[in-house]
């Protein structure tokens, strides 16, 4: 198995396992992988250093502190936190997202956390009529149910 570092558009940064480099370069090629925060396809392999065993040489990691997390890895690990509150705190309603919303708006239907898909013309329409909604990519690992 050969762990490599990967980056989709969006610069959010994760691991692929591979047999090889062959592997990557085929699932990559054919789609098959995808970022696993925002979905997209369009993933980049990373620079890596590879670990070197010399012998004599000291150990680097015992020479020097622990490196604080990185920034970025944890406002992705936040993101998750989110994703993960508001799934497990809201209705999906799917694609009649933007006509539950009108309902509930106008007091048509009870008032209730919702989830769902809506373009971006049925969101600039709903705040035109005064009705809040904010767009939340949600990774495809949460958009199925897990057996």
């Known amino acids: 198995m ?7 558009r969006s610069g959010h940064r994760f691991e692929g396992w591979f047999a090889g480099d062959d592997d990557f370069l085929d699932q990559n090629g054919r ?18 250093a590879p670990r ?12 020097t502190p622990p490196v604080p ?6 406002m992705q690990a936040r993101w998750l936190q ?14 009649r997202f933007a006509d539950e919303a009108r309902r509930i708006h106008y007091g048509e239907a009870e008032e ?7 373009s971006a013309d049925e969101r600039e329409a709903l705040r035109e009529e005064g009705i809040e909604v ?13 057996q």
Not at 31 to 48: N, Y
């Open 134 to 146: 904010h767009p939340l990519p949600v990774p495809a690992v949460f958009k199925d149910t897990l």
């Open 52 to 63: 070197l065993n010399l012998s004599g040489a000291q150990d680097p990691a015992a020479a």
């Open 82 to 95: 989110v994703v993960r509150h508001v799934i497990a705190n809201t209705e999906d309603v799917g694609q």
């Open 31 to 48: 789609g098959l992988i995808e970022c696993p925060l925002c979905a997209d396809k369009v993933i980049v392999r990373m620079p890596s």
């Open 2 to 8: 050969k762990v490599i570092d990967l980056r989709c």
């Open 112 to 118: 209730r956390a919702i989830r769902g898909q809506a």
């Open 69 to 74: 997390a990185d920034e970025a890895a944890t």
